[in-house]
């Protein structure tokens, strides 16, 4: 098959999948009178221009994602931008198709891409998602105080403080507890585990397995060696949510209507109960990222029902489903298929079990 043929098969592949996510999305929020075509219909009456450059603005966080995994990934071996940007991508759609299921996917393609071990690449993978539940803590405390400063009543109101406390709460007291493990590695290396380990890796069995992994992970997550490193990789993240907060103002402004008045302190209360409702279900209400944007604009900012639940699913499509388009014709390239993402998936989680 000719190149230029693949690529237009694997683009229509990619705009299909995203036509599905569309279809599907309108029934995430439930109400009476909202359907697929009014969503469309709502989209077309929205600022383009504003929603191209959220689009737009949203490849532009999953580049900065990739620099910072370069930084980490330096300390290790090869350090790539332009494979780990591609993988990143790819990664992100795994995690779309298959949910939370896909998370490994993304360093397992990295480490086969790079020729690196698996074990060091979740280290890094580890080492992310702290800066990102630490930015999340962080946003989570500066929206419960710009929630404490709106007025609002109701149950639907109190069950999204009660949640915004406890996420918040949780999330401050794992960032601790990790910061320290992390701290402990630093000062101490891995010298320690190593002579712990010693036997374990001189055995021809399970246990040399087992110990390798674990020294992997603790090489992996100490990839952070100097006070530049820290500072660059902190610059990353916040370049990181501030885009993404953009990406939530623009949004809301495309629609205009009352959703014009959305401020960037508003934008970063949606931001903030979004990323709560992706982790928590709410009483009463249920859990998800678009119900959760839905009823900060309901009941915090009084939106109207269905442009909020239409401000919701488009938030959430470009935001998460977007990188769809060129993620999964990203995954075909490398060969896989969604029943190999599966496998490699379920896979990795049975070795992380054992």
């Avoid at 419960?144 to 400063?149: A, D, H, P, T, V």
Wanted: charged share 15%.
């Amino acid at each position: 098959m000719r190149k230029s043929s693949r690529k237009w098969i694997l683009l229509l592949l990619a705009v299909g999948v995203l036509a599905f996510a569309v279809y599907r999305s309108s029934g995430f929020i439930h109400l009476a009178d909202f359907s697929f075509g009014k969503l469309v219909r709502a989209v077309r009456g929205a600022n383009l221009f504003l929603l191209g450059l959220s689009i737009a603005a949203i490849y532009v966080c999953y580049a900065v994602r990739a620099l910072r995994w370069k930084g980490f990934q330096s300390n290790l071996g090869p350090s790539r931008f332009l494979p780990i940007f591609q993988m990143t991508l790819a990664g992100f759609a795994a995690v779309f198709l298959l949910g939370r299921a896909g998370e490994p996917v993304r360093p397992l393609l990295l480490a086969r891409k790079e020729k690196l071990a698996n074990s060091g690449m979740f280290g890094i993978y580890v080492l992310e998602r702290l800066f990102d539940a630490a930015s999340t803590a962080v946003v989570a405390a500066i929206a419960l105080l710009l929630f404490e400063s709106h007025s609002h009543t109701g149950e639907t109101a109190s069950s999204l403080e009660t949640a915004a406390r406890t996420t918040g709460s949780v999330l401050f007291a794992a960032v601790l507890g990790a910061i320290a493990v992390l701290v402990y590695l630093r000062l101490h290396g891995t010298a320690m585990l190593e002579r712990r380990l010693q036997g374990w890796l001189a055995a021809r069995n399970w246990k040399a397995t087992v110990a390798d992994v674990v020294l992997g992970f603790a090489r992996g997550v100490q990839t952070i060696r100097s006070w530049a490193d820290l500072a660059l990789s902190v610059l990353y993240s916040g370049v990181h949510w501030f885009v993404v907060l953009l990406v939530y103002l623009w949004v809301s402004h495309a629609f205009g209507g009352s959703l014009a008045g959305i401020g960037l302190g508003d934008a970063m209360l949606v931001m903030a109960f979004t990323l709560v409702g992706s982790a928590v279900q709410l009483p009463g209400v249920g859990g998800g990222s678009q119900v959760a944007s839905f009823l900060a604009y309901t009941t915090i900012f009084g939106v109207e029902k269905e442009p909020a639940a239409a401000v919701s699913i488009v938030l959430w499509l470009i935001t998460f489903a977007a990188v769809s388009v060129p993620g999964v014709p990203l995954l075909i390239h490398q060969g896989l298929s969604l029943g190999q993402l599966k496998e490699m998936a379920e896979h990795e989680k049975e070795e992380l079990k054992a």
